[in-house]
């Protein structure tokens, strides 16, 4: 009847320990999705909300750097202008940002190091 008894014991302590181990894995998974794949998941539903809400005439900044004006747009493309007379068409996920001439340059790199240099005399 001992034998039973500690063969009973036996078996819980190891499916206690069995999810004792798995604990970290699930914490580490959990604390990766809420750092790296959430932030993503939001970033890209803005973009893709930005994108939906260009239209004719707004100028663009491409991914590949070039500065234009939409033209024409159709269901999967944007007809850009980028000079005189040069349009190219273009995948509606090639836009990279909305341009805005008038929108201060706050998220430059430049400009945030002399606002950091200006907190810093203060």
Do not use: C
């Not at 970033?43 to 930005?50: A, D, F, G, P, R």
């Amino acid at each position: 009847m001992i034998s039973i008894a500690y063969a009973a014991d036996a078996a819980q302590a190891g499916a206690s320990s069995g999810f004792a181990s798995f604990l970290p894995l699930i914490l580490i998974l959990v604390v990766f999705w809420f750092l790296v794949m959430r932030p993503q998941q939001q970033k890209y539903k803005k973009h893709q909300e930005m994108i939906a809400e260009l239209k004719r005439g707004d100028k663009v900044i491409l991914n590949s750097g070039f500065l234009g004006r939409i033209t024409k747009v159709d269901d999967r493309f944007f007809t850009v202008e980028i000079a005189d007379s040069v349009e190219v068409k273009v995948d509606k996920n090639a836009v990279a940002d909305r341009y805005d001439p008038n929108a201060p340059a706050e998220n430059t790199p430049a400009v945030a190091k002399k606002a950091d240099k200006k907190d810093e005399k203060k």
